[in-house]
């Protein structure tokens, strides 16, 4: 049965020793940043590490909640999986989400047991202003908030995670790029009503479910709110706001509304990005808040973003899952994995290669890809049988079987590529990129083409297979 909200998912976590309370006053300035950049970080290099509640928050009354979904063990509770492998995980994500089951209204929800209006709707009523990185421009509400908007021409609402810098009491940015569905929401606005405000919604504190859905690419229609309710396997609960007509999870522990005007720009940042450089300031869009509701005790969820960030996997296994869901239909392709080193700009694919320029031509096709091809600078290409979530396996592929001049493929000023964040160039070369592919399989038509046959592997496997069945007489310590 799905969480009913993030307080039932909290409780899972706790029973199963996968959280943990800091109950020591933590200054909202650097403690929150120091302790979740090492939390995330024991993440990546273990796999273990608790999500973790900060109780008690200097000069503030509302917990912070972060590291929520930082590993593939959390990944799968969240999805109620029975694996944390991945490949089930991503089976079974790819098996809901062709099902998509439409939300349901309901009247209330327990995020209107408070309503502030007027000199109450206040981020400083709600908001812990935490800096997440030392050379932030400023506290950052939007971390892991959801921000709801609706495309002016076809009613589908749009869930995203973008970036929200407070500048007042009542004014953050707002980051909504042009290719992200909430930026064509904004342009077809500017276009349709022009000098109105657009309506948005933020959500914060969600069924982990839906923050999954918001951090994922699907096409539209429909919405985040169907592919949420297949994830979950029950409809997703929506109300209706108080100043609009969007329609936000019901058991949201904190939900902002008010409007955002297409054509207004402020400054906004530096903020550490997911690469782990500190990005530059930006002139941004501006949310102007009109509303704030939220549970009683709310409980604030953000993250600290950089490398490793827990946003790392939300956004990039969803990413990997649905470039795989594209590209197994292709002959040959096997598996595909984004490694969390790679900052969305890697990609692995395992392929069967049936003839010479098969690996080029799949390489193409990920770069040509509207929705996810963007990021990708970098594609790697090995056999089948290469393990391509050891990175050491990948490597030993390209030491052996690549020549740079016949098996890299560049292709020259590629839209995307990482955009603003690819800092291998200066600022003012940046959202075009050259973009490399290397096919580091086999070159086995190479040895068909003179006459000779290709070489074979010495890794006996069938021997290993014999010799790990009967490891414990062999009295060695693992």
């Given amino acids: 049965m799905a969480y009913r909200d993030l307080r039932e998912f909290i409780t899972l976590l706790e029973r199963k020793r996968l959280l943990a309370r800091v109950k020591a006053e933590v200054d909202p300035a650097w403690e929150i940043n120091g302790i979740t950049n090492k939390l995330i970080n024991e993440a990546v290099t273990s796999g273990k590490s608790p999500a973790v509640i900060f109780e008690k928050v200097k000069g503030h009354k509302v917990p912070v909640l972060c590291n929520l979904i930082g590993t593939l063990e959390r990944l799968a509770l969240a999805l109620e999986t029975e694996s944390a492998d991945e490949r089930v995980i991503r089976e079974e ?61 076809t009613g589908v609402q749009n869930a995203g995670i973008y970036r929200m ?83 936000v999870p019901a058991t949201s522990e904190i939900v902002l509304e008010g409007e955002v005007y297409p054509d207004e720009l402020k400054p906004d940042g530096p903020f550490g990005e997911y690469t782990g450089h500190q990005g530059a300031a930006q002139m941004l869009n501006v949310f102007h808040l009109k509303t704030i509701t939220h549970r009683d005790n709310p409980i604030f969820l953000g993250e600290r973003e950089g490398y490793p960030s827990e946003t790392g996997l939300i956004s990039l296994k969803s990413k990997e899952y649905l470039i795989y869901e594209r590209l197994r239909k292709l002959p040959g392709v096997i598996d595909v994995h984004m490694p969390r080193e790679g900052c969305a700009f890697k990609l692995i694919i395992a392929l069967r290669k049936s003839w010479p320029g098969h690996v080029n ?118």
């Avoid at 953050?172 to 929401?185: D, K, N, S």
């Avoid at 490597?395 to 800092?423: F, H, K, M, T």
């Fill in 93 to 153: 994500w790819l098996k809901r989400i062709g099902h998509p089951i439409p939300p349901k209204k309901v009247k209330t929800g327990p995020c209107k047991e408070n309503i502030l209006t007027g000199e109450k709707a206040d981020f400083n009523a709600i908001f812990p202003p935490v800096i997440w990185h030392k050379g932030d421009g400023g506290a950052y509400i939007g971390t892991l908030a959801i921000q709801v908007t609706k495309d002016p021409e």
């Fill in 165 to 247: 810098m407070v500048r007042t009491k009542n004014e953050t940015g707002l980051m909504f790029p042009a290719v992200q569905h909430a930026g064509q929401h904004l342009g077809k606005w500017r276009r349709l009503f022009p000098g109105k405000p657009m309506p948005v919604a933020i959500a914060i504190g969600t069924d982990p479910v839906y923050l999954l859905a918001a951090g994922a690419k699907f096409h539209h229609p429909p919405s985040e709110d169907d592919y949420a309710g297949a994830l979950r396997k029950e409809p997703l609960e929506l109300v209706k706001c108080e100043t609009c007509d969007l329609t």
């Fill in 361 to 478: 031509q799949i390489i193409q096709s990920v770069w040509g890809d509207l929705d996810l091809g963007l990021s990708f600078r970098y594609i790697v290409v090995v056999d089948e049988g290469v393990d391509i979530r050891n990175p050491a396996h990948v490597e030993w592929a390209v030491s052996n079987y690549v020549q740079p001049d016949r098996d890299i493929l560049i292709a020259p000023r590629s839209p995307g590529g990482g955009g603003g964040l690819d800092v291998s160039q200066p600022y003012s070369k940046r959202r075009w990129s050259a973009k490399w592919g290397v096919d580091a399989t086999l070159p086995t038509e190479e040895y068909e083409a003179e006459g000779t046959k290709a070489p074979e592997l010495c890794d006996d496997p069938d021997i290993k297979a014999k010799v790990e069945a009967q490891w414990g007489k062999y009295g060695i310590n693992p």
